[in-house]
């Protein structure tokens, strides 16, 4: 699978706010000047994305373009990456991703809190002297648990470019996969863990509000009205 674009989208405006559909399999294109149109009309962006057995729901915060989408690990891992408009997937400051896991909630052993906690160790193995953790806790995203952690690594691992890593992590069990949700930026490096203001975590959760899980409804296409509608 190419590692660049095969990205489609298309808007729908529904009740003061609009929904694009993020997928490889999508139909229409819609230019990046409706969708600044209707944002300042006052609609809110809402993607949604159909990752196996459900349709993931964000808002879509302004500035943001898709630089990566991949099926891996024998089709049981999704990922699909955002950066801001100018950045690209190995250079950016922020980025925005959306990973799905197959058949994931049917593991007894495996809850949102630690899955969480699983990918901010993937932080502290990469960064042990300056990692910080930050615990949100636990959430409702409407019939779904989730949970909410920031990890940070003061200096990231980076052959070219030393930079600080940190990011919000949002993880969710679906009806039968699981699904994250994150935030990430990078900075200057720094040999200390970073002061992790909880404020500005609390701000970005917010604008990825709302967050949700929808069951994907036969037949119906993007932008699934069915879904925004709700």
Known sequence: ??????????????????????????????????????????????????????????????????????????????????????????????????TGMKDMASNPQASPRALAFAMADGFEKACPSSFKLLDLGAIELGDYDAFVVVASCGTAPAANHPHSETALIITIKGEKDYYTVQWAQRGPASKLPLTLDRSIWDDRLKKLQPIKLCSVTQGEGPPYPSCVGN
């Open 1 to 98: 699978m190419d590692r660049r674009l095969f990205f489609n989208f298309k808007v729908l405006a529904l009740a003061g706010y609009a929904a694009w559909a993020a997928s490889a399999y999508g139909a229409e294109k819609a230019s990046e000047g409706e969708i600044e149109k209707l944002r300042r009309e006052g609609h809110t962006i809402t993607q949604v994305t159909p990752i196996f057995s459900q349709l993931v729901v964000r808002s879509f915060p302004k500035g943001f373009k898709p630089v990566f989408e991949d099926l891996t690990q024998n089709g049981s891992f999704f990922i699909h990456e955002f950066v801001p408009e100018g950045e690209s997937a190995e250079i950016w400051t922020e980025m925005l991703t959306d």
